[in-house]
C-alpha cells in the first residue's frame, strides 16, 4: 500500500465513481480500477461492491477511507511544513467556528486572510459547538473553537473568553424591564434550548439547574436558525449571551434580561488535537483568531471577559 493507491482509493470513496475518480485523479478509468484491485488483493477483503448506480463502500472500506484521510492530511501538512521555511504562510487549513463566533468574527477572518495571508487556503466550518468539538476529533476541522467542552486527553484547549448568560425573547414573554430576573422566574417562563446532551452542554454546564428548565420545555432544537425563528415569533425565551442575537437586540425586536439566583456563564475554548505536528500555518490562525475575538472585547462588541 502506497500514497498514490491511498489517493486513488479516497477518490473512488469520494465519488462512488471510477470514471469520475479517474477524472479527478488525471488518470485512466482502467488505472484506477487496477489500483483499487491490487489493494483488494493486498489487503484481503472486499472494499467496495459494485451496484449499477456506483460503488458502494464495504464496512472495510468505510474502515479504510477513515485511516486513508487521516494518512493523506498527515502528508499534506508535513509537505506544507517542510515547504514554509520562508517567512510566506500558506497552505490548506480549516477552522470549525460556533455560530455566535462566527457572528462576530466571520467576516474579520475572511477580510483578514484574503488581506493578509494571499497563500493560506482556508476554509471555515459554522456549526453548534458540540458539533466543532466533534469536528476537531474526526480531523474534519484542524482548529476548533468551542464552549463549555469535556476533558479529553486528545486535544488541547486554551481558554480565551468567559461571557454571561441572559435571558433573551420577546417583551411580550420576558417583561420590558431590564431589571434581572432569577433563575426560579425563568424556570416559569416557555423556553426553548439546544437538544438535550453535548449541544446543551455549550450553554450551561450545570446538570442540576438545566434538569428544571428541561423540565417544562416543550421543544428542544439543534438548529440556531430555528431557535432565533422561534424567538422573533414569541414562542419562547432563552439562554444566551447577547452576542448570539446582537442585532435583534440592536433592533428592538428582542429584549434581553440578565439572569441572577445564580448567576451563569460559559467559557470559548480554542483546542488542536495533541498528535498533530505544530505548523507555522496553525500558529498563525490561531494567533490571529485570538487577536480578532481580543479586538471584538475590546471595542465593547462582543460582552466578555478575555482569558488571554
Known sequence: M???QLKYYSAIFEHKNLSHAAIACSVAQSAISHHLSNLENELGVQLFTRKPRGMEPTAAGIKLYEHARLILKAVKLAEQDIRQESEIVGGDIAIGIPFSVMNTIGLPLMQSVLKDFPDVKLSIV??????TFT???SSDVDISLFYNPQKDDRVTMRPVLEEDLMCVGKASIIGTSDDPITYDELSLLPTLLLREGVSTRAVIDRPGLLSKLEAGIP????SVNGMVTGLLA???CTLAPRVFVAQHLESGALHSRPIISPALTRKLYIG????RPATRLAEAMVQLLLDLIAIEVQQNNWEARLAI
Open 272 to 275: 488542536q488535537l495533541k498528535d
Open 135 to 137: 469536528n476537531l476529533l
Open 2 to 4: 502506497d500514497i498514490r
Open 219 to 222: 421543544l428542544q432544537l439543534n
Open 126 to 131: 459554522e456549526s453548534l459547538s458540540a458539533s
Open 234 to 236: 414569541g414562542l419562547a
